[in-house]
Protein backbone atom coordinates (compact mmCIF):
# COMPACT_ATOMS: atom_id res chain seq x y z
CA UNK A 1 0.00 0.00 0.00
CA UNK A 2 2.87 2.39 0.86
CA UNK A 3 4.30 1.72 -2.40
CA UNK A 4 1.29 2.05 -4.15
CA UNK A 5 0.77 5.85 -2.45
CA UNK A 6 4.43 6.54 -3.24
CA UNK A 7 3.77 5.87 -7.08
CA UNK A 8 0.44 8.20 -6.71
CA UNK A 9 2.24 10.88 -5.05
CA UNK A 10 5.09 11.14 -7.83
CA UNK A 11 3.16 10.58 -10.64
CA UNK A 12 1.21 13.19 -9.60
CA UNK A 13 4.05 15.70 -8.48
CA UNK A 14 5.43 14.65 -12.07
CA UNK A 15 1.97 15.88 -13.90
CA UNK A 16 2.12 18.86 -11.58
CA UNK A 17 5.34 19.75 -12.88
CA UNK A 18 4.06 18.84 -16.16
CA UNK A 19 1.22 21.51 -15.98
CA UNK A 20 3.53 24.57 -14.17
CA UNK A 21 6.19 24.28 -16.68
CA UNK A 22 3.52 23.72 -19.97
CA UNK A 23 0.82 26.59 -18.16
CA UNK A 24 4.52 28.75 -18.48
CA UNK A 25 5.08 27.88 -21.81
CA UNK A 26 1.41 28.69 -23.24
CA UNK A 27 1.81 32.08 -21.11
CA UNK A 28 4.69 32.89 -23.07
CA UNK A 29 4.20 31.37 -26.56
CA UNK A 30 1.17 33.89 -25.99
CA UNK A 31 3.21 36.81 -25.42
CA UNK A 32 5.62 36.14 -27.73
CA UNK A 33 2.65 35.41 -30.64
CA UNK A 34 1.28 39.04 -29.52
CA UNK A 35 4.72 40.49 -29.80
CA UNK A 36 4.93 38.79 -33.32
CA UNK A 37 1.90 40.09 -34.29
CA UNK A 38 2.60 44.00 -33.64
CA UNK A 39 6.10 43.47 -34.83
CA UNK A 40 4.00 42.78 -38.30
CA UNK A 41 1.61 45.92 -37.48
CA UNK A 42 -1.35 44.26 -35.74
CA UNK A 43 -2.20 46.29 -32.38
CA UNK A 44 -3.33 44.11 -29.82
CA UNK A 45 -4.22 45.42 -26.22
CA UNK A 46 -5.89 43.42 -23.12
CA UNK A 47 -6.19 44.55 -20.05
CA UNK A 48 -5.32 41.65 -18.47
CA UNK A 49 -4.47 38.01 -19.88
CA UNK A 50 -4.30 35.03 -17.56
CA UNK A 51 -3.98 31.13 -17.53
CA UNK A 52 -5.48 29.06 -15.64
CA UNK A 53 -7.34 25.31 -15.24
CA UNK A 54 -4.97 23.13 -12.99
CA UNK A 55 -5.01 20.70 -13.17
CA UNK A 56 -6.81 19.28 -16.33
CA UNK A 57 -7.08 22.15 -18.73
CA UNK A 58 -5.41 25.26 -19.93
CA UNK A 59 -7.64 27.69 -19.46
CA UNK A 60 -6.88 31.27 -21.01
CA UNK A 61 -8.82 34.36 -20.60
CA UNK A 62 -7.89 37.94 -22.17
CA UNK A 63 -10.12 41.20 -20.53
CA UNK A 64 -11.21 44.14 -22.67
CA UNK A 65 -9.56 42.88 -25.60
CA UNK A 66 -9.16 44.71 -28.71
CA UNK A 67 -7.36 43.47 -32.25
CA UNK A 68 -6.66 46.11 -34.98
CA UNK A 69 -5.53 44.64 -38.52
CA UNK A 70 -2.45 46.39 -39.41
CA UNK A 71 -4.30 48.75 -42.49
CA UNK A 72 -6.82 49.71 -39.90
CA UNK A 73 -9.80 48.07 -41.75
CA UNK A 74 -10.72 45.58 -39.30
CA UNK A 75 -10.95 45.97 -35.39
CA UNK A 76 -12.23 43.21 -33.17
CA UNK A 77 -13.27 44.77 -29.65
CA UNK A 78 -14.98 42.37 -26.48
CA UNK A 79 -14.93 42.74 -22.44
CA UNK A 80 -13.73 39.24 -22.35
CA UNK A 81 -13.49 35.76 -24.29
CA UNK A 82 -12.36 32.51 -22.25
CA UNK A 83 -10.29 29.48 -24.28
CA UNK A 84 -9.99 26.22 -22.46
CA UNK A 85 -8.02 23.12 -23.71
CA UNK A 86 -7.59 19.72 -22.47
CA UNK A 87 -4.10 19.55 -21.17
CA UNK A 88 -3.62 16.20 -22.95
CA UNK A 89 -5.22 17.62 -26.01
CA UNK A 90 -3.87 21.45 -26.63
CA UNK A 91 -4.17 21.48 -30.20
CA UNK A 92 -8.13 21.13 -29.16
CA UNK A 93 -9.68 24.55 -28.24
CA UNK A 94 -12.78 25.98 -26.64
CA UNK A 95 -13.93 29.49 -26.80
CA UNK A 96 -16.35 31.38 -25.29
CA UNK A 97 -17.55 35.19 -25.94
CA UNK A 98 -18.92 37.98 -23.75
CA UNK A 99 -22.63 38.85 -24.89
CA UNK A 100 -21.44 41.95 -26.45
CA UNK A 101 -18.92 42.75 -28.74
CA UNK A 102 -17.96 45.52 -31.73
CA UNK A 103 -16.51 44.31 -35.20
CA UNK A 104 -15.20 47.45 -37.47
CA UNK A 105 -15.03 46.27 -40.98
CA UNK A 106 -13.71 49.54 -43.26
CA UNK A 107 -16.33 52.49 -41.71
CA UNK A 108 -18.65 49.87 -41.01
CA UNK A 109 -18.81 49.46 -37.06
CA UNK A 110 -20.98 46.49 -36.41
CA UNK A 111 -22.52 45.45 -32.75
CA UNK A 112 -22.50 41.89 -32.13
CA UNK A 113 -24.91 40.44 -29.56
CA UNK A 114 -25.08 37.17 -29.14
CA UNK A 115 -26.96 34.24 -26.58
CA UNK A 116 -24.54 31.54 -25.85
CA UNK A 117 -21.65 32.02 -28.77
CA UNK A 118 -18.91 29.69 -28.46
CA UNK A 119 -16.42 28.07 -30.87
CA UNK A 120 -14.64 24.71 -30.80
CA UNK A 121 -11.78 24.33 -33.17
CA UNK A 122 -8.64 22.32 -33.64
CA UNK A 123 -5.40 22.83 -36.01
CA UNK A 124 -2.62 20.15 -36.77
CA UNK A 125 -0.16 19.34 -34.25
CA UNK A 126 2.49 20.97 -35.82
CA UNK A 127 4.65 24.00 -35.22
CA UNK A 128 2.80 25.44 -38.45
CA UNK A 129 -0.53 24.85 -36.64
CA UNK A 130 -2.56 24.12 -39.79
CA UNK A 131 -5.66 25.19 -39.46
CA UNK A 132 -8.18 22.36 -39.33
CA UNK A 133 -11.89 22.26 -38.33
CA UNK A 134 -13.98 25.44 -36.58
CA UNK A 135 -17.98 25.22 -35.09
CA UNK A 136 -19.34 28.66 -33.71
CA UNK A 137 -22.42 28.53 -32.65
CA UNK A 138 -25.26 30.49 -30.60
CA UNK A 139 -29.13 30.21 -29.80
CA UNK A 140 -29.15 33.71 -30.43
CA UNK A 141 -27.65 36.60 -32.94
CA UNK A 142 -28.09 39.64 -33.17
CA UNK A 143 -26.04 41.99 -35.89
CA UNK A 144 -26.70 45.72 -36.06
CA UNK A 145 -24.77 48.59 -37.76
CA UNK A 146 -24.09 51.76 -36.19
CA UNK A 147 -27.15 53.08 -38.76
CA UNK A 148 -29.43 50.76 -36.81
CA UNK A 149 -30.24 48.03 -39.67
CA UNK A 150 -29.17 44.87 -39.22
CA UNK A 151 -30.37 41.15 -38.60
CA UNK A 152 -31.59 39.49 -36.09
CA UNK A 153 -31.13 35.11 -35.91
CA UNK A 154 -32.47 32.53 -33.44
CA UNK A 155 -30.21 29.31 -33.48
CA UNK A 156 -27.14 29.99 -35.59
CA UNK A 157 -24.38 27.67 -36.95
CA UNK A 158 -20.97 28.18 -38.53
CA UNK A 159 -18.83 25.36 -39.41
CA UNK A 160 -15.17 25.50 -41.17
CA UNK A 161 -13.21 22.76 -42.31
CA UNK A 162 -9.72 22.21 -44.46
CA UNK A 163 -10.53 19.75 -47.11
CA UNK A 164 -7.28 17.93 -47.07
CA UNK A 165 -5.33 16.94 -49.22
CA UNK A 166 -6.37 19.60 -51.62
CA UNK A 167 -4.19 22.90 -50.97
CA UNK A 168 -5.00 25.83 -49.15
CA UNK A 169 -8.81 25.11 -49.86
CA UNK A 170 -11.65 24.98 -46.93
CA UNK A 171 -15.32 24.14 -46.76
CA UNK A 172 -17.90 26.57 -44.86
CA UNK A 173 -21.32 26.09 -43.77
CA UNK A 174 -24.08 28.62 -42.06
CA UNK A 175 -27.39 27.78 -41.24
CA UNK A 176 -29.15 30.87 -39.62
CA UNK A 177 -33.03 30.60 -38.27
CA UNK A 178 -35.67 32.97 -37.63
CA UNK A 179 -33.75 35.38 -39.19
CA UNK A 180 -35.57 38.84 -39.37
CA UNK A 181 -34.46 42.29 -40.51
CA UNK A 182 -33.74 44.40 -36.80
CA UNK A 183 -35.65 47.87 -38.56
CA UNK A 184 -37.90 46.76 -40.70
CA UNK A 185 -38.07 47.63 -44.70
CA UNK A 186 -41.28 48.58 -46.33
CA UNK A 187 -41.91 45.43 -49.01
CA UNK A 188 -40.20 42.58 -47.25
CA UNK A 189 -42.16 39.59 -46.73
CA UNK A 190 -43.58 38.73 -43.60
CA UNK A 191 -42.68 36.26 -40.86
CA UNK A 192 -39.13 34.97 -40.46
CA UNK A 193 -35.93 33.83 -42.68
CA UNK A 194 -34.14 30.62 -42.97
CA UNK A 195 -31.09 30.41 -44.81
CA UNK A 196 -28.36 27.93 -45.40
CA UNK A 197 -25.63 28.00 -47.44
CA UNK A 198 -22.50 26.12 -48.22
CA UNK A 199 -18.91 27.16 -49.75
CA UNK A 200 -16.08 26.12 -50.65
CA UNK A 201 -12.37 29.21 -50.99
CA UNK A 202 -9.12 28.49 -52.55
CA UNK A 203 -6.66 31.02 -50.85
CA UNK A 204 -3.35 31.83 -52.08
CA UNK A 205 -1.53 30.14 -48.76
CA UNK A 206 -2.41 28.09 -46.10
CA UNK A 207 -4.26 29.38 -42.87
CA UNK A 208 -1.83 28.73 -40.16
CA UNK A 209 0.15 30.87 -37.48
CA UNK A 210 1.60 32.91 -40.16
CA UNK A 211 -1.94 33.08 -42.28
CA UNK A 212 -2.47 36.96 -41.15
CA UNK A 213 0.90 38.29 -41.10
CA UNK A 214 1.64 40.96 -42.44
CA UNK A 215 -1.66 40.47 -44.78
CA UNK A 216 -4.67 38.20 -44.57
CA UNK A 217 -4.64 35.64 -46.97
CA UNK A 218 -6.44 36.25 -50.57
CA UNK A 219 -9.57 34.30 -51.84
CA UNK A 220 -8.70 33.04 -55.21
CA UNK A 221 -11.37 31.00 -56.02
CA UNK A 222 -15.16 30.59 -54.59
CA UNK A 223 -17.71 28.13 -55.45
CA UNK A 224 -21.22 28.52 -53.86
CA UNK A 225 -22.17 24.56 -53.55
CA UNK A 226 -25.79 25.42 -52.80
CA UNK A 227 -27.78 28.72 -51.41
CA UNK A 228 -31.33 28.04 -49.69
CA UNK A 229 -33.35 31.08 -48.57
CA UNK A 230 -36.64 30.55 -47.44
CA UNK A 231 -38.92 33.97 -46.36
CA UNK A 232 -42.50 33.84 -46.47
CA UNK A 233 -43.80 33.35 -49.88
CA UNK A 234 -39.80 33.16 -51.21
CA UNK A 235 -37.86 30.36 -52.09
CA UNK A 236 -34.56 31.25 -53.38
CA UNK A 237 -31.82 28.72 -54.14
CA UNK A 238 -28.28 28.82 -56.38
CA UNK A 239 -24.97 27.56 -56.80
CA UNK A 240 -22.04 28.66 -59.11
CA UNK A 241 -18.34 29.77 -59.16
CA UNK A 242 -16.44 32.84 -58.99
CA UNK A 243 -12.70 33.52 -59.37
CA UNK A 244 -11.46 36.36 -57.74
CA UNK A 245 -8.49 38.78 -58.56
CA UNK A 246 -5.58 40.09 -56.21
CA UNK A 247 -8.38 43.38 -55.45
CA UNK A 248 -11.24 41.49 -54.43
CA UNK A 249 -13.78 41.68 -57.09
CA UNK A 250 -15.03 38.49 -58.35
CA UNK A 251 -15.23 37.10 -62.45
CA UNK A 252 -18.29 34.43 -63.09
CA UNK A 253 -21.65 33.28 -62.50
CA UNK A 254 -24.05 32.45 -59.85
CA UNK A 255 -26.76 31.06 -61.52
CA UNK A 256 -30.46 31.79 -59.05
CA UNK A 257 -34.04 30.23 -59.14
CA UNK A 258 -36.53 32.48 -57.17
CA UNK A 259 -40.12 31.03 -56.62
CA UNK A 260 -42.37 34.05 -55.54
CA UNK A 261 -39.82 35.70 -57.61
CA UNK A 262 -42.16 39.46 -57.22
CA UNK A 263 -41.20 39.38 -53.86
CA UNK A 264 -37.29 39.46 -55.19
CA UNK A 265 -38.07 42.61 -56.40
CA UNK A 266 -39.39 43.76 -53.46
CA UNK A 267 -36.62 43.23 -51.91
CA UNK A 268 -33.92 44.67 -54.31
CA UNK A 269 -36.03 47.66 -54.48
CA UNK A 270 -36.35 48.29 -50.07
CA UNK A 271 -32.66 47.53 -50.00
CA UNK A 272 -31.37 50.00 -52.66
CA UNK A 273 -30.19 47.55 -55.41
CA UNK A 274 -32.17 49.11 -58.09
CA UNK A 275 -33.70 52.33 -58.21
CA UNK A 276 -37.47 53.13 -57.65
CA UNK A 277 -38.54 54.29 -61.23
CA UNK A 278 -37.10 51.03 -62.53
CA UNK A 279 -39.15 48.80 -60.66
CA UNK A 280 -42.07 48.66 -63.21
CA UNK A 281 -39.78 47.76 -66.06
CA UNK A 282 -38.01 45.02 -63.86
CA UNK A 283 -40.90 43.51 -62.80
CA UNK A 284 -42.82 43.25 -66.41
CA UNK A 285 -39.44 42.00 -67.51
CA UNK A 286 -39.46 39.14 -64.67
CA UNK A 287 -42.80 38.26 -65.68
CA UNK A 288 -42.05 37.96 -69.02
CA UNK A 289 -38.81 35.24 -68.56
CA UNK A 290 -40.81 33.78 -65.49
CA UNK A 291 -42.84 30.24 -65.76
CA UNK A 292 -45.30 28.83 -63.14
CA UNK A 293 -44.04 31.98 -60.60
CA UNK A 294 -40.39 30.59 -60.51
CA UNK A 295 -37.54 33.04 -62.10
CA UNK A 296 -34.26 31.33 -63.13
CA UNK A 297 -31.42 34.30 -63.55
CA UNK A 298 -27.75 34.31 -63.66
CA UNK A 299 -26.18 36.74 -61.06
CA UNK A 300 -23.16 37.63 -63.38
CA UNK A 301 -20.08 39.39 -62.05
CA UNK A 302 -17.64 40.56 -64.81
CA UNK A 303 -15.07 44.07 -65.06
CA UNK A 304 -16.47 44.76 -61.61
CA UNK A 305 -19.88 45.12 -62.25
CA UNK A 306 -23.17 42.51 -61.72
CA UNK A 307 -25.86 41.78 -63.35
CA UNK A 308 -28.97 39.79 -62.41
CA UNK A 309 -29.61 38.33 -65.64
CA UNK A 310 -30.34 41.68 -67.89
CA UNK A 311 -30.30 43.71 -65.13
CA UNK A 312 -27.43 45.81 -64.16
CA UNK A 313 -27.03 46.32 -60.20
CA UNK A 314 -24.11 47.97 -60.08
CA UNK A 315 -20.39 47.56 -58.38
CA UNK A 316 -19.40 44.10 -57.66
CA UNK A 317 -18.38 43.49 -53.66
CA UNK A 318 -15.20 43.03 -52.61
CA UNK A 319 -14.51 39.53 -51.30
CA UNK A 320 -12.09 39.03 -48.78
CA UNK A 321 -11.36 37.29 -45.68
CA UNK A 322 -12.52 39.34 -42.46
Known amino acids: MKLLLTVVLVVAA ?6 VLASRGLDGGLRNGIAAAEAQGWRIETE ?43 NKVIAVFAPSQTVTVGPQI ?15 ATTALGFDTMTAEAQGLTVTTAAGTGLSAGKS ?51 DRHAMMPARPLIQ ?13 LRLTGSGALTVDAAGL ?11 WDTVVDLLAATGAIA ?10 AGLLSADDTLSLPLTFANGGMALGPIPLGSAPVIRLP
Open 14 to 19: LYAGYW
Open 48 to 90: SLTTGGFPSRFDVTARELSVTSPDGTFVWQTPWVETAALSYRP
Open 250 to 260: PTGQIALKAKG
Open 110 to 124: IAVNADGLRASFAVA
Open 276 to 285: PQSVQTIRTM
Open 157 to 207: LLALRALDPQPNTYEGFLSLDDLVTVAGLPGLPAGAARLTTDATMVLDRPL
Open 221 to 233: ELTLNSLDLTWGD
